[in-house]
């Protein structure tokens, strides 16, 4: 829904990301909206995961955002050559899961975890673009109706990307942070693979993925809620466990 310049603070010198919403779009209120909702949403986040916010604003009528600039390449990118070795794509896996629980934690959910959003640099990954995510404190957005559900900025529709969202997601549902430990377990598959998860087997049928990994993912794609693990943490520790038999 925007676009992205790489750009000069020429006041501290350095390369930044300035990501600009149109001036044909600054009438849609949605988008303007959403675009508002991403910045409340990354300044709330204090997370090495996290791509950090260094400004918001509008002139003459552009809205923009303007992010540390990353330099290296989308996980996306890295996995047009295949699967990421095991223990390579565990510690990207951990860390991964370490920046939703703090998004988590801030009472955020992504709702468009997918690896296009997740850049891979020297000092670790991190998680790009909430544009679509629902913020659920009340202090922070005032679109919010009493249940948490973003339907002043969406009217009821869930948007997201096939391939990754939760079946609640894709028939328009009430979502929650299960929505995201689903895509969560999607992009596992993929790094872990070399495949995208859908449509799903019943195994990873590769060898090379520990039978603990194989049954943590096909527990984060559960298509019932209820199924898969209910928090991220759960998540993130027993991968530190797999990790730590390794």
Known sequence: MAE??????????RLVAVKVLPA???SDRERVLRFEQEARAVAALNHPGVCTLHDVGNEDGVHYLVFEYLAGEPLSERLLKGAVP???ALEYAIQIADAVACAHEQEIIHLDLKP???MLTRTGVKLLDFGIAELRHPDMTDSTDATGTNTGVSGGRTPGTLGY?????????????RTDIFAFGAVLYEMFTGRRAFPTKTSMET??????????VARCLAQ???ERWQNVFEVLARLRD???TQ
């Open 24 to 26: 044909y779009m600054a």
């Open 86 to 88: 095991f223990p390579e």
């Open 224 to 226: 019932n809620p209820s």
């Open 165 to 177: 969202m939760a079946p609640e997601q894709l028939e328009g549902r009430e979502t929650d942070y």
């Open 207 to 216: 060898p090379t993925v520990p039978p603990a990994v194989d049954s943590l």
């Open 242 to 244: 797999i990790r730590a």
């Open 4 to 13: 992205v310049y790489c750009g000069v603070d020429s006041r501290l010198n």
């Open 116 to 118: 296009s959003n997740i």
